[in-house]
């Protein structure tokens, strides 16, 4: 049985940061490029950041440029959202997700992916 689990969310203020992490089993990581999104209240969900299978190419939403690193570990199976200066805006459930197919524009669409997490909630105080 395949299951990503997220973890690492909670309460910070504006300005703190948080690390969030994507544990797999039942897969391998180093098959997948992997993805994080997140679905605010009343909102679509929105990609934030994708990493390929060998972690050299990353791609961004605008809105956490420069804030937001994606990283993997693929011997522990694990992917990382590294959240800094966060903002009240980035309240929100983030999923990690499992994209299929090949590192391209397609890691940016939620309907590219195969294997979702459950989320873990971030909520940013101003």
């Known amino acids: 049985q395949v299951q990503l689990v997220e973890s690492g969310g909670g309460l910070v203020q504006a300005g703190g940061s948080l690390r969030l992490s994507c544990a797999a089993f039942?897969?391998?990581?180093?098959?997948?490029?992997m993805g994080w999104f997140r679905q605010a209240p009343g909102k679509e969900r929105e990609f934030v950041r994708a990493i390929s299978k060998s972690g050299i190419s990353t791609d961004y939403a605008d809105s956490v440029k420069g804030r937001f690193t994606i990283s993997r570990d693929n011997a522990k199976n694990t992917v990382y959202l590294q959240m800094n200066s966060l903002k009240p805006e980035d309240t929100a459930v983030y999923s990690c997700?499992?994209?299929?197919?090949?590192?391209?524009?397609?890691?940016?669409?939620?309907?590219?992916?195969?294997?979702w997490g459950q989320g873990t909630q971030v909520t940013v105080s101003s």
């Open positions: 039942g897969l391998s990581i180093s098959r997948y490029n």
């Open positions: 997700a499992a994209h299929g197919g090949s590192y391209g524009v397609t890691v940016r669409g939620s309907e590219n992916y195969i294997y």
